[in-house]
């Protein structure tokens, strides 16, 4: 059984700061990995996806996350932050075979200060 | 641009009474879920539904039941809510049933009284 887990429950930083908002996985076969962004009031947006190849992946809005087989880890990350980033991030994991159904992490809510 | 609709945006009820919430989905996608999300945040696989046929039914109280008429709707009907089901119900959709990229809705929130 596949799972996540987001240690920071909240992370604080300024516009124009860089930020990591950390994810592990436990799994011992291969695995999907991804991070949705949901803004206050609204639904989960998907930003971006790994499941094999170059493990640094690109995803909207200037977000890009690294996938570490020896960490277990794909942390998301993202050079400077503006205001609208504000939101709780969730990554999110899924076995690519038996159960297919996405696992969430807790979620990390990230506010951006001006 | 929304493509998962939801409705109601919001319900208030009382204890032991049904609500039902309604979800369309515009892209054609052939998979759809309901999720339950608690005031921490956490989500909760409830229901999936791939073409219409039921594929995943996790360990939710019977209360519970979803409906589908087709593809592009899933439906939730509660009969007789608890104050533990007060919550965000959030809908989504993917092309097939193994796909990480799900589309959600904006998501229906229930208050029990």
């Known amino acids: 059984t596949q799972t996540v887990s987001q240690s920071d429950a909240h992370v604080t930083v300024f516009e124009g700061d860089s930020v990591e908002l950390r994810c592990n996985y436990s799994y011992g076969g291969s695995i999907y990995l991804s991070w949705y962004i949901q803004h206050h009031g609204h639904g989960l947006q998907f930003l971006l996806k790994y499941y094999s190849g170059n493990p640094v992946v690109q995803g909207v809005n200037g977000f890009e996350a690294e996938f570490s087989k020896s960490d277990s880890s794909f942390h998301l990350r993202k050079a400077s932050v503006h205001w609208s980033d504000s939101a709780v991030y969730f990554c999110?994991?899924?076995?690519?075979?038996?159960?297919?159904?996405?696992?969430f992490g807790s979620g990390t809510q990230l506010t951006v200060m001006p | 641009e929304t493509a998962v609709f939801q409705t109601p945006n919001y319900h208030v009820t009382q204890v032991g009474n049904e609500v039902s919430f309604n979800c369309k989905q515009t892209l054609g996608h052939d998979t759809m879920y309901w999720y339950k999300q608690d005031s921490k945040k956490l989500l909760k696989i409830m229901f999936s539904?791939?073409?219409?046929?039921?594929?995943v039914n996790e360990t939710v109280p019977r209360r519970f039941s979803p409906q589908s008429s087709d593809k592009a709707h899933l439906n939730l009907r509660i009969k007789s809510v608890e104050p533990e089901d007060s919550a965000v119900y959030l809908c989504?959709?993917?092309?097939?049933?193994?796909?990480?990229?799900?589309?959600f809705g904006p998501g229906t929130r229930l208050l029990v009284l």
């Open positions: 999110a994991v899924r076995a690519s075979s038996g159960s297919w159904q996405l696992i």
């Open positions: 539904y791939n073409n219409k046929q039921l594929i």
């Open positions: 989504a959709s993917s092309p097939t049933y193994n796909q990480d990229t799900q589309y």
